[in-house]
């Protein structure tokens, strides 16, 4: 496989639920992002990693959690999550925090 | 804190007319990065391009141009010749640039979704 993938492409769980999205990246790049797209709003920066370390986060519930074991992978952790936060979760990476970031797919997330 | 605003919320036009999209941006920062992304409907965002805010040159790939204006503060994006696969939402994107090395990440404008007619 080649560039940004994510699994899984749609998700669909209940507000008491617990799931993990995950991005790979094939690009040998140290900078991965998450972001959330909403109908309503623009996309939003949500978490920002380099070299496996958090550098930013933006104001984000602390229902999402993420994880970086490497720079290769990224994940998303959800847990109790509310309606509102059905949306579009991409991800992306860099070679550096300064470059162009490349998108994966996306997750399609709904919560009930 | 940095804005990027698209006003065409949506454009629709027959096919190969030209198209322009619109993007204007705010910062307080001397150096940062504009970017172009498509987004077709399978959802992944798909980079066109990138311009440092030192480099004010115009610039031409096949159908697609590019007119950065700093004293305007805009970066608009013109579709020549359009097609029916150009179809898709357009998002123009903001990232500064911070002299001990680091980055925000890209602050995004709605988008403009671009429909191209047969």
């Known amino acids: 496989e080649t560039g940004v993938t994510q699994t899984p492409r749609h998700l669909v769980m209940g507000m008491t639920n617990k799931k993990s999205l995950k991005c790979e990246q094939h690009l040998g790049h140290n900078a991965m992002y998450w972001y959330k797209q909403s109908a309503k709003k623009p996309l939003e920066l949500m978490f920002v990693?380099?070299?496996?370390?958090?550098?930013e986060n933006n104001s984000v519930p602390s229902r999402f959690s993420p994880e970086c074991p490497n720079s290769s992978h990224l994940f998303l952790h959800l847990h109790t999550l509310q309606p509102e936060d059905s949306a579009l979760y991409l991800c992306?990476?860099?070679?550096?925090?300064?470059?162009?970031?490349?998108f994966g797919p996306g997750t399609r997330l709904t919560v009930l | 804190a940095q804005k990027v605003t698209q006003a065409q919320t949506e454009i629709s036009v027959v096919e190969k007319e030209d198209v322009t999209l619109d993007c204007v941006y705010e910062?307080?920062?001397?150096?940062?990065?504009l970017f172009w992304y498509k987004q077709p409907p399978s959802g992944e965002l798909v980079f066109l391009i990138r311009?440092?805010?030192?480099?004010?040159q115009n610039e031409i790939s096949g159908r697609y141009s590019w007119n950065f204006q700093k004293s305007t503060s805009s970066f608009n994006f013109t579709i020549t010749a359009s097609q029916v696969v150009d179809s898709a939402v357009y998002f123009c994107?903001?990232?500064?640039?911070?002299?001990?090395?680091?980055?925000?990440?890209?602050?995004f404008g709605k988008g403009t979704h671009l429909i191209i007619q047969p």
């Open positions: 992306a990476s860099s070679p550096d925090i300064k470059d162009t970031q490349y």
């Open positions: 311009r440092n805010s030192f480099d004010e």
């Open positions: 910062t307080r920062d001397t150096t940062y990065y």
């Open positions: 994107a903001l990232s500064v640039l911070y002299s001990g090395g680091g980055a925000d990440g890209l602050t």
């Open positions: 990693y380099s070299l496996e370390e958090r550098v």
